[in-house]
Structure formats: structure tokens, C-alpha cells
């Protein structure tokens, strides 16, 4: 464990604690990705290893959180060994009243996905500044697309009212490339009015693999927030 | 031009040549894939060749369609650089009487959808063996998944009433991969009721690229039929 | 356990159970491809499920192996998670007097040589009809490369020699697509003289991953004859 | 044009514009990647538009290449469709006193060795800071490898003398993805005493497809350098 003075991370750590002390014995667990989820991994590990918690399997969701769950000793398997996720804990770039979500900024939100929406619960770690009253209000909307169709998935974009980008790679000559081989168009909508609606309409355009919109999927939300200096968690 | 006296294989070149006959000079072309839409794309060549047509550049749908176009001297672009299609050419595993497919027998129908779904007129060849009341009587429905979903998708399209099964490679061993990198699942449903329902349904399962429904996109049907030992074409 | 009396199947499965009675408790073990190397598997799996054998770890250089290695209960690892494999089994499509082979028939040789190259004894299995004088002789050479440098390639291994040809699909429109979501050129030699310069100058072209030729990695050959219609195993 | 008074990009204007003055007409053009390869690019688009150059076709290396070449209105051919490249031009990271390069900061080094080792004559155009005495001095080695093979590969890489590092992604949780959908690793060498043999030993590690050793591929090298506050380009 490292040990922090930042009220920022002891706040994701806190978060992460909570979110990790709701997964019991004999479960098939979802682990996310991102800095908070990270500690709930870790807190996972921590409880396993103290016997508090016994017959854990993790399901990742990305390369990330299958280093994390090897680090701390939770035991891994794919989603061809098992029938259903009994709990998934994974972060969020915005987070709606609703608990609709957008995902995507590490271009992962298609296993996410695929995870997250096969877990008996959902619980989304954030920080309180994902809180936002509409989806797409500070966070561009992640859209997976295979390479031969970016140009005419944009400008479908385009009619659905959004301004689509194709996110362009650091330390990599090009496009960001995903773990799928895909591309990933980042969409500034001014207001998205229906999210369920336009989550399956994107779906719907040929050449789309999966959108950032999470829509009816999560079923707890723990916001971590600093209040008077200190780490604070509530719950919706 | 092979000479035939086989009156299949003349069936598919008068289907071809009757599509073919329908592009005009100056005009983006979509170029399908299989046995009838290849006499299509010889016939445009020809056209070309001798004069009576100008101007044309095609979209190729698949590696297949490439291969021809260049064969018989079409030239070929990209999506990338095209703002839409005036016509395109492909075939179809069932038509039903509204013009509704089932495509996806050579496990193309993503890029297929992608290309023919943007043209202005998309014209579908097919033999009169193709045709059917409703879709699904005759014809698997090809599901392209990412291999990570594999298990979860089969198991969202059992729930929906489907029998899924992987598509094995000959070849190749284990599972077909797509020009994607993905896999195939073929389903069977005994009873489409609501293609355009379906095809929403299933594309927003998570994992799942494209499914092999294409409802509404096909604006005219040629058949190929034989009657009294001849060729025969009918519209509709 | 299927019964057979037919001979070839008898003899596949005397091969499989031969190289599977080598294995030993708490041993990390490459499983290969085939139909003789599935009879191993299984008998792996028969040894772990009646206690003659413990603690086993399965590392599938295929789809297929995965699958069977679940079916039989051996549990299975990936190359992240081990420093080193004890014993590999696995097929091949020609073998030398040298132990060298042509691997690739079912397009998956690329991650068979990265499994049976790590394996510090790599036993083949073959029936007799495998044996040849020379690789070269009876089965093409394939040669893994990515989809943009299939042309460039083809006209190096033109220079080297060889007669290229692209494998095509069945089941799926175009080439064969491996499950790294590259093309296989079979290439057919008259004589390879030298097989490990010529893997060494093959694996230098740009745009190859990894040509069939195994040189130098095998330790054992077990292969099955049939002697007065009696299955038969000898050993090199 | 850009007009600019920032001294460096006055030199790499000036390289690329030396580049692209050794263009011929009616030749076929390696497009790479990189700053200084953009100038060229867009010299060649102008010679093309003044009617300076004629009948020039340009096979890009990357997806910056294929951008920049439309937007200059150069136009693009595939690989299939040609028999051999006049001329190449491109960047490096490094090169030595023979020429010898390294290449891949971009993770673009396989596509651009399949197309520039196809050139013949490949001119590579840097500033003065890629020159060292000798290779691996200053910027590290990539490698491409497939996904499942990555911990072998390092390990492999350390009995080298290599100190590997997968790299990892920006705007992309996890390693950075290629646009063949494989990963990096960047490997530290204190001393390549002869990248020949490095290149060929690498490319021999099953599961790599290609590292950045481009060993007797370039012809021409020009440097830009900054002379009393002016640039100043000279050949080797």
C-alpha cells in the first residue's frame, strides 16, 4: 500500500475500499479500469490475501486490470468459462442522474461493456467531478468503428447532430488503434436528449462496434468527494 | 468471356449483364460479392472497355470484388475519398417479398452493409432459389462477434429465441475470422417475425460488429430464373 | 472414450496416448493441434481425472486445444503468466529424418512455434505418412504476412525459389484470415535444400510473421503405423 | 505553405523540399512518415500542381502519409497494384555512418520497411540530432509482436542483452496497438555491435513480425542542420 497525503487519491482509494468491500466470498467479479477502480482491485487483493475474503474469480476488462489482478493475487478467467458476473466494479467519464454513463476515453469501452452488462450488479467508482446533469456535457462521446468506414460513420455522425474526431495517437504515427484493431471517433454532442435512443441508433450504423453511451446497465453509483479537506463517499 | 451452354451459370451471366446494363457513365459503382454480382463486375468492365460506359470508379465490398475489378480494368477507390454512391451491385443468401436480406454466407456482410447501405439504388442479384416468404426459412443468420464476446453473445441470441453456432474454418483450423479479425456465429431462428426489429436488437448486444439482416437497404431485386430451359429475368 | 476399430483411428489414438503417458506431475504443457495431438489431450486430461497424474497446466496454442483441454479438465494458462513450458505436444504436417517439419496446415503455426519453441522437450505426433526425405516434397510451405505485403512477399519467395499462391477461404468469401487477422501464402519448393537458412530468410522478409518451417525445435517424433493391421509406434 | 522564421523548421523544410526535388516524373513513390517527410510530401503535391513532376503515384507507409498525400493531391496506389517503387522517402531516429537506421518511434516501422525496402533508391531525410556513431546510442529499438507472445519475446530480448519496456498507450488504456493490431516493446541495447545480424536474430524470435533494424535499405541520407542560424542541408 502506498501511503498518500493527497486528499485526491486517499479519496479514489477510499472509493475504491467501499467498492471493494461490497464483493463477498464465491463470486465472479468485473474488474474496470482507471485510477479508482484500481484500488478497488488492489483492495480485493488485500482482502484475499488476508483470508477476509475467499473464492474470488476476476473477469478484466482490459490489459490493465489483468496486470492489477495478477499483481495482487486475484485468480483470472474469460467470459467462455462462465455463465454470469455476479458483480462488476469499474469507473465512468461522466455519470448522469440516471446512472447512464459515458465510457470510453481509454478506448476500452467496448469490453467494458461486454463485462459491465453481464453483471448481476454494476458498481460505478467515480470522483464527484464525472457528476454531470446531461450526458455529453463535458466529455466527448467515444464511438468504436472499423477503419474501411470511419469517413462514412462521420458523417452519420454528422446528421445525428454531433461534430465527430478521429482520435489520433501519441507515441504512435496515426490513429489511436484498439485492443480490437478498431479506431475510435470522439463525438461532441451539445445535448443528448435520449441516450438510450441514440445508443442503439449508433449501434445501428453499419461499421460501428460499440459506443461510449452505458444506458440502464449500472445499478450503484459511489461518488468519492473532498469535503472540508477530507475524502467523503456517498452513494445514489 | 467463358462460353457456357450450362443454363445456371447463363442464368447468372443474363442477371449480371441485366445489372450491369443499369449503371451509367460517371457514377461510383459498389462491387458485391459472389457468383453473380462476379458477371456483374465483368460486364462493367466490358462496358468500359468498349466505350459505352465512362467514367466509373468502384467500391469494392470484399477482397473478391477487388481481385475482379482490377481484372477487368475497373478503377477503384475508398471511402475515405467519396462523399456517397450512385449504385451498387451485390447478391444475397434469401430475399424476402419486402426486399429484406439475409447476407453473410461468405462472412462479408459487414463491409458488404457499410458499402451498400450508402448507395443512392442498391440492386440485389440473385437466382430464384434465394427467394423466400420469410426470412430465416432456408438461411442461417450470420452474427460477426468479437472473439472476447463469443460466449456471452451466443448465449443473448439463445434468449432471443436463436440456436447459434460458431463458424468452424476448413482450412484453417478452428473458427472462421473475418477481414476484421473477428468471428462468425450462425443462427438459426425458426421464425423472423420483425427483421427490422431483430436486426436493431442483436447489433446492440455488446461484442457484436454487424448481424446479416439488411432491412430496407435493397431498393430493386433482379431474378434469375429458368423457364423452359432458358435464362429469364424478372424484377422487383 | 469413443471406441474404434478402425485402424488409422486406433493408431492416432495409441500415438496420443504414448506422447501423453510422457507427461509428469507439476508440469506446464504445450498443447497442440490435430487429430492425433486431440487424442493426447484427452488422455492428459483421463490421467488427471483418475489421480495418476497432478498438478497440470495447459498452455493451447489454438482455439481448438483450448476447447478440448476445457472439455477434459486441464487447467490452462498464458504465456504472461510462466517463465517456461516442460513438455510440448503437438502435430505436424512433414517431418525429416533431421526432426525438422512443415507446421501450418490449419494456419496456426505462427503461435504453435511460439508454444513448442519455449517447451524444453517438444514431442511430435504423426502417422507414418508424415515422414518424408525432404520438407518440401509432399506439403507446401505456409508463410504468415500481413494483408498489405501480400504482393511484395509473393515476389520475394518467387525469388527464392518457390511457386506462391494465396490460401483462400471456404466458408467465407476471400483469403483464409489467421487468428492474428493475417494471410497465408502456400508455397510450393521443389527442394529446400537448406530449411534453416531458409526459415531465417523467409522470417526477414518485410511483412512475414512466421513461416511453418520448424527447424531445430523438435526433440522427439512418435509415429503410428499400421503393421499387419495392427497399430505400431516407433520413435526418433 | 506555411510561412515560418523558427529556424529548425526552415531546415526541415528545406530537407524535405531537397527530397522531393529528386523526384522524376512517370515514377512510383514510397511516402513515409514524420515531420520532416510531411515537407516533402507536400513539394512533391506542388511540383505535381505547378506541372513541374507529371504521372506520379504514391504508395503511403502509414496513415499520415495517405492524409497528407490526398490533401496535396497526390494520387495513391496499393502495393497489388505496382511491381517495384522508383523511390522512397522517410525519416529515422537514428542512423549510423553506413546508413544503417533505426526506425518505429511511430510504431509504423513495418509497413514503412515493406514499402521503403521495395525503393530502388530509398532517401532518408532527418536533422542532424538522428545522427549517432552507432545504433541503440540514444533511442531504443521497437518491436512488433503479437499480443499473446510478449512475455517470451522479452525474455528473449533480456538473452540478447536487451532491457525491454512494452510501450504503453496515450489517449488508450494499456499498450499502444499497431495498425496490424499488435504491440510494441522498445528495447534499450547498450551497444549493437552489428545490426545485420541483430535485425535477422530478432526477426527470427517467434512471435515477432518486424523491428525497426533497417540495415542496408537506405542510399541516400540528407541531413538539415542549422549553420550560423541558417539551414544547411548535406548529403551521405
Same mark, same amino acid.
Given at each position: 500500500?502506498?501511503?498518500?497525503?493527497?486528499?485526491?487519491?486517499?479519496?479514489?482509494?477510499?472509493?475504491?475500499?467501499?467498492?471493494?468491500?461490497?464483493?463477498?466470498?464465491?463470486?465472479?467479479?468485473?474488474?474496470?479500469?482507471?485510477?479508482?477502480?484500481?484500488?478497488?482491485?488492489?483492495?480485493?487483493?488485500?482482502?484475499?490475501?488476508?483470508? @477476509?475474503?475467499?473464492?474470488?474469480?476476476?473477469?478484466?476488462?482490459?490489459?490493465?486490470?489483468?496486470?492489477?489482478?495478477?499483481?495482487?493475487?486475484?485468480?483470472?478467467?474469460?467470459?467462455?468459462?462462465?455463465?454470469?458476473?455476479?458483480?462488476?466494479?469499474?469507473?465512468?467519464?461522466?455519470?448522469?442522474?440516471?446512472?447512464?454513463?459515458?465510457?470510453?476515453?481509454?478506448?476500452?469501452?467496448?469490453?467494458?461493456?461486454?463485462?459491465?452488462?453481464?453483471?448481476?450488479?454494476?458498481?460505478?467508482?467515480?470522483?464527484?467531478?464525472?457528476?454531470?446533469?446531461?450526458?455529453?456535457?463535458?466529455?466527448?462521446?467515444?464511438?468504436?468503428?472499423?477503419?474501411?468506414?470511419?469517413?462514412?460513420?462521420?458523417?452519420?455522425?454528422?446528421?445525428?447532430?454531433?461534430?465527430?474526431?478521429?482520435?489520433?495517437?501519441?507515441?504512435?504515427?496515426?490513429?489511436?488503434?484498439?485492443?480490437?484493431?478498431?479506431?475510435?471517433? @470522439?463525438?461532441?454532442?451539445?445535448?443528448?436528449? @435520449?441516450?438510450?435512443?441514440?445508443?442503439?441508433?449508433?449501434?445501428?450504423?453499419?461499421?460501428?462496434?460499440?459506443?461510449?453511451?452505458?444506458?440502464?446497465?449500472? @445499478?450503484?453509483?459511489?461518488?468519492?468527494?473532498?469535503?472540508?479537506?477530507?475524502?467523503?463517499?456517498?452513494?445514489?
Amino acid at each position: 500500500m502506498i501511503m498518500t497525503t493527497d486528499p485526491v487519491t486517499l479519496m479514489k482509494q477510499e472509493v475504491g475500499k467501499a467498492a471493494a468491500g461490497r464483493v463477498k466470498s464465491d463470486s465472479i467479479v468485473g474488474l474496470g479500469t482507471g485510477s479508482t477502480t484500481a484500488f478497488a482491485i488492489q483492495y480485493i487483493g488485500e482482502r484475499l490475501a488476508s483470508g @477476509d475474503l475467499k473464492n474470488i474469480v476476476g473477469v478484466p476488462t482490459s490489459f490493465q486490470a489483468e496486470v492489477l489482478a495478477k499483481r495482487y493475487g486475484i485468480p483470472l478467467t474469460t467470459l467462455d468459462a462462465i455463465a454470469h458476473i455476479d458483480v462488476a466494479i469499474d469507473g465512468a467519464d461522466e455519470v448522469d442522474p440516471q446512472k447512464n454513463l459515458i465510457k470510453g476515453g481509454g478506448a476500452a469501452h467496448t469490453r467494458e461493456k461486454v463485462v459491465d452488462s453481464l453483471a448481476k450488479e454494476f458498481i460505478v467508482v467515480v470522483d464527484g467531478g464525472k457528476l454531470v446533469d446531461k450526458l455529453g456535457s463535458t466529455f466527448l462521446l467515444p464511438v468504436e468503428v472499423i477503419p474501411m468506414a470511419v469517413t462514412p460513420v462521420m458523417r452519420k455522425l454528422e446528421e445525428l447532430g454531433g461534430k465527430p474526431d478521429l482520435r489520433m495517437g501519441v507515441k504512435k504515427a496515426g490513429p489511436v488503434v484498439t485492443d480490437q484493431g478498431n479506431l475510435v471517433i @470522439d463525438v461532441k454532442f451539445d445535448d443528448i436528449a @435520449d441516450p438510450a435512443s441514440l445508443e442503439a441508433t449508433i449501434n445501428n450504423i453499419p461499421g460501428v462496434l460499440e459506443n461510449g453511451l452505458f444506458v440502464g446497465v449500472a @445499478d450503484v453509483v459511489l461518488v468519492g468527494e473532498i469535503i472540508d479537506g477530507k475524502p467523503n463517499i456517498r452513494e445514489f
